[in-house]
Every structure is written in structure tokens, then in C-alpha cells.
């Protein structure tokens, strides 16, 4: 029986959908970058 992984996306159509450049883009994602900022957590992992 063959193994299935779910969510395989491809690592730019993930960083377009929820990368820094698209969180810049809206309003609430500048908020939650400046939200993450403030608790001093890292926006993008490493």
C-alpha cells in the first residue's frame, strides 16, 4: 500500500499564498507582521 502525503505545495505557490510580500500586501497582514514584531517572534521560518 503506497504511502499518500497530503498538502504537497509546491514551496513558491506557498510563499505567494502566505510569504512576507503577500502578508505586506493586505492591511490585517502588515497588523499581524507588526503584532509578531512587538512578541519578538521570527516572520519568516527558517
Known amino acids: ?3 499518500h502525503y497530503p498538502r ?4 513558491r505557490k506557498r510563499a ?3 510569504g512576507f510580500r ?3 500586501k ?3 497582514g502588515r497588523k499581524m507582521i507588526n ?3 512587538r ?3 521570527r516572520l519568516t521560518p527558517s
Request: glycine share 0%.
Open 16 to 18: 505567494r499564498q502566505f
Open 1 to 3: 500500500m503506497a504511502m
Open 35 to 37: 503584532r509578531k514584531r
Open 8 to 11: 504537497r505545495v509546491s514551496k
Open 39 to 41: 512578541m519578538k517572534r
Open 22 to 24: 503577500a502578508r505586506m
Open 26 to 28: 493586505t492591511r490585517l
